[in-house]
C-alpha cells in the first residue's frame, strides 16, 4: 500500500515539474498570466467591494470610519477571490489534474460570480450596517423586522451591482479559458535542449 503510494506521489511530482519546465519556456506575458491570473480576479473582487462599499455607506448615510470599513472591503475580497481562484482553478491546472476546457471556465466564472461580486456585496451589507448603528446615522429597525429592512435596503443595490458582478463573472470565465489555452500551448512546445529536426 505505501508503495503504491509513493509511485503515485513521484509521479504527481514528474508530472509537476514537466508542466512547470513546459510553462517556463512561455514568453513572459503569457508566463506572468498563468502565474498571477488569481491577482487579476482578485484586484476586481476588491473594486467590487470598494464600490458596493461606497453605496450601502450613501443609502445608510455613513459618514464616518472611511479607511476602518474601506480597507476590510478591498482587502478581504481580494484575499478570499484570489485564494479560492488559486485553489480551484489555477492549481488543479498546473498539476494536471483540470484537462477539461469548459470545466476550467465554468470553474473560473463560478469564482468570479460568487467570490468576485457576490461575497463583496453581502460582506457590505454587516460592515455597513454595524458603522450605521455605532453612529446612529440612519433608523435601524426593530428586532422583528431586521430581514425584510435589509431586503428592501439591498435590492437597488444589488441592481446597481449587477453589471460588475456579470463583468467580474465573464472576466474570470475568460481568463481561466485563457489560461487553460495558454497552458496547452506550453505543453505542446518541445523539452527544454531537444533539438527539433
Known amino acids: 500500500m505505501e508503495n503504491h503510494e509513493s509511485d503515485d506521489t513521484f509521479k504527481k511530482e514528474h508530472i509537476l515539474d514537466i508542466i512547470n519546465r513546459k510553462i517556463n519556456q512561455l514568453p513572459e506575458a503569457e508566463r506572468n498570466l498563468l502565474e498571477h491570473g488569481s491577482t487579476y480576479i482578485g484586484l476586481n473582487a476588491a473594486l467590487c467591494g470598494l464600490i458596493a462599499n461606497s453605496l450601502f455607506r450613501r443609502v445608510l448615510n455613513v459618514t464616518q470610519a472611511r479607511i476602518a470599513a474601506g480597507l476590510p472591503m478591498a482587502v478581504i475580497p481580494?484575499?478570499?477571490?484570489d485564494i479560492s481562484y488559486k485553489s480551484v482553478v489555477s492549481l488543479p491546472l498546473n498539476t494536471g489534474d483540470l484537462h477539461c476546457e469548459?470545466?476550467?471556465?465554468?470553474?473560473?466564472?463560478l469564482v468570479g460570480l460568487v467570490f468576485g461580486g457576490l461575497y463583496p456585496v453581502f460582506l457590505a451589507i454587516p460592515v455597513n450596517g454595524g458603522l450605521a448603528a455605532r453612529?446612529?446615522?440612519?433608523?435601524?429597525?426593530?428586532r422583528g423586522n431586521i430581514l425584510t429592512y435589509w431586503i428592501r435596503?439591498?435590492?437597488p443595490i444589488f441592481r446597481k451591482m449587477l453589471f460588475p458582478i456579470l463583468l467580474q463573472t465573464g472576466f474570470s470565465a475568460y481568463?481561466?479559458?485563457r489560461q487553460y489555452k495558454l497552458l496547452i500551448k506550453a505543453l505542446q512546445l518541445p523539452e527544454p535542449g531537444l533539438k527539433i529536426q
Open 78 to 81: 481580494f484575499l478570499t477571490a
Open 175 to 177: 481568463l481561466s479559458s
Open 153 to 155: 435596503i439591498s435590492q
Open 135 to 142: 453612529y446612529s446615522s440612519a433608523l435601524l429597525p426593530e
Open 102 to 109: 469548459t470545466c476550467t471556465t465554468i470553474r473560473g466564472g
